[in-house]
DNA sequence: CTACACAGTGAAGTCACTTCACGATACCCC
DNA sequence: GGGGTATCGTGAAGTGACTTCACTGTGTAG
């Protein structure tokens, strides 16, 4: 996708440096997505891996809050995540309405590679830039970061 | 939507800035989703108004071309804008195949209301913030986008 | 035991997006 | 001028992510 907010003339370094952001927000999902596509995995289908490989096997519903979806769609996404081998349903231990949805073999692999080519991302991404200049970014990053949930109340 | 990359645990500067960013993108998103939900647009059509209110009057090929879609894609998008009024299709003056697109009054105070809800946002995320924090913040912000591109090659 | 809350899913619908095929037009070369 | 080819927009059909609503089966509190 372009970059569909490449304000040009003069505007406020605060403008600038949100249209930067977008910028920012863009591009990187973009490569985000083009690298999980690379993977076979979609950019919903990731989040749930990614849910469980940090949150460990977990029940749907939990699921569903956690990626703030409902939980008709978690149920979409597992089929389709089941169906690949990645992910597997088992009965709830204790409650028998519940299932207890966890990572196969394949679907460990796959979050690891993930989180590796994430590593390496971010190694090429930093690297050469001066350690104390990082880490302003990254504080200017932790401030907007705030102000927006700030502004954003809800159950985001 | 929650954070989905709450990486918790130690790891690199770098890792933890690109986790920041992701945060960032996301939460950003989600925000100028809500706002543009509330003047009653969605993204895609939001994106399409914006590129009409910045490129002037224009063909939907280039439309489709400027936001990295398909030309159908545009098609459906222009019908539903059109239907709400804030878009019209007239014929191209020297091109009997081509339909020039351009905003309605509608339109362009629509842009206008979300231009400057976009400003407002902007200066509500930085002050108080030193003028020189926000420069290297965009200097910081700037440089990985640059390096994010060179890492996507494509159309993009 | 009854009443009510909660887990997962079928059915149906929306929205953004795609590919493929097609009719209408523009353009270029002989 | 006439024929070939590229281009503009759109119908038809399909996908993926998402929603709401209704329903079954189960836990749980009174």
Redesign the pocket.
């Known amino acids: 996708?372009k970059s569909l907010h490449d304000t040009p003339g003069e505007q406020s370094p605060a403008g600038h440096a949100l249209d930067r952001m977008f910028e920012l927000a863009e591009t990187l999902g973009a490569l985000m997505e083009r690298g999980m596509a690379e993977r076979g995995?979609?950019?919903?289908?990731a989040?749930l891996l990614w849910a469980l490989s940090h949150g460990g096997p977990m029940?749907?519903?939990?699921?569903?809050t956690r990626?703030?979806?409902?939980?008709?769609?978690?149920?979409?996404?597992?089929?389709?995540l089941e169906g690949d081998g990645l992910v597997r349903?088992e009965p709830?231990p204790?409650?028998?309405?519940?299932?207890?949805?966890s990572l196969t073999g394949r679907g460990r692999s796959l979050t690891a590679a993930l989180r590796s080519g994430r590593d390496e991302m971010a190694a090429g991404l930093f690297t050469g830039m001066p350690r104390e200049q990082v880490a302003a970014f990254t504080a200017g990053l932790e401030l907007v970061i705030e102000r927006l949930r700030a502004a954003a109340p809800p159950g985001c």
């Open positions: 996708m995995v979609s950019r919903a289908r989040g029940t749907q519903r939990a699921l569903a990626l703030g979806v409902t939980p008709r769609n978690v149920t979409g996404l597992l089929d389709a349903r709830h204790t409650d028998r309405r519940a299932l207890l949805v």
